[in-house]
């Protein structure tokens, strides 16, 4: 038997050698398999960052109440006087006042295609930018609308068109005085931050690589 295989060792030494080779190789991979260098991940990624600035959207619920008032013209004063002296101050005819309440919710956020994150420097410091914070939306709750409280004149109506001007009226104050509201668009920024920063960290865990975030003013 053994002068057998040294015989087909001296007839087929260099196919034999080259086996034996290549099965230790593919052995040494099996058992010690090459270990991946890490690399680093493309955080400049617009799809993959819109997700995160959307759900830092800070929502606050709100309060408004909806208040109309209107005084009689000059022509309506007049032809009360004259036909309901001396009870035409009584009458009031032509004034009209009501108000109503309901509430809402403001949506505050980042635009998400302004961020910018720039590539890791040689200490895997990446610089963002983020925009400051906008109202991105006011909306009412219409469910919770409450019936309107009139007070009206004799011979004197409130149409329905000047509820609805009164209300979208109300709804404009309500966005205005959001947008003056510096506390809460510091608060949008800041939420929009902590996210990134936590995303960005997270990232660099996934390949082995430990990220330092700095904000920036300006986007380069």
């Known amino acids: 038997m053994k002068e057998k295989i040294q015989n087909y060792l001296r007839k ?14 593919a052995l040494f991979i099996l058992v010690f398999p090459a270990k991946k260098a890490a690399t680093q991940i493309d955080l400049s990624e617009y799809a993959t960052i819109k997700p995160i600035c959307e759900f830092a959207t800070l929502k606050c ?29 009584f009458a009031k005819t032509g004034y009209k006042q009501f108000w109503m ?18 590539e ?10 983020v925009p400051d914070a906008t109202i991105l939306s006011v909306h009412a709750d219409l469910s919770s609308l409450s019936e309107p409280l009139t007070e009206m004149g004799l011979f004197t109506n409130i149409s329905k ?8 009226k109300a709804q404009k104050v309500m966005q205005e005085e959001a947008e003056k509201d510096q506390a809460l668009l510091d608060r949008a920024k800041d939420n ?6 936590q995303y960005v960290r997270k990232m660099g865990e996934a ?3 430990n990220y330092s975030v700095k904000w920036i003013n300006n986007p380069k």
Do not use: M
């Open 161 to 168: 068109k000047e509820q609805t001007n009164a209300f979208s």
């Open 101 to 118: 309440e309901y509430s809402g919710i403001v949506e505050a956020g980042i635009d998400a295609r302004q961020v910018n994150v720039n």
């Open 12 to 25: 087929y030494p260099p196919t034999i050698i080259a086996g034996i080779v290549c099965f230790i190789v």
């Open 192 to 197: 929009a931050k902590i996210l990134l920063e």
């Open 207 to 209: 390949v082995g690589i």
């Open 120 to 129: 890791p420097d040689a200490n895997n410091t990446i610089e963002i930018y």
């Open 61 to 89: 619920f709100y309060h408004n109440v909806v208040v109309y008032e209107e005084e009689p013209n000059e022509t309506v004063k007049t032809i009360s006087t004259v036909l309901l002296w001396p009870f035409d101050r």
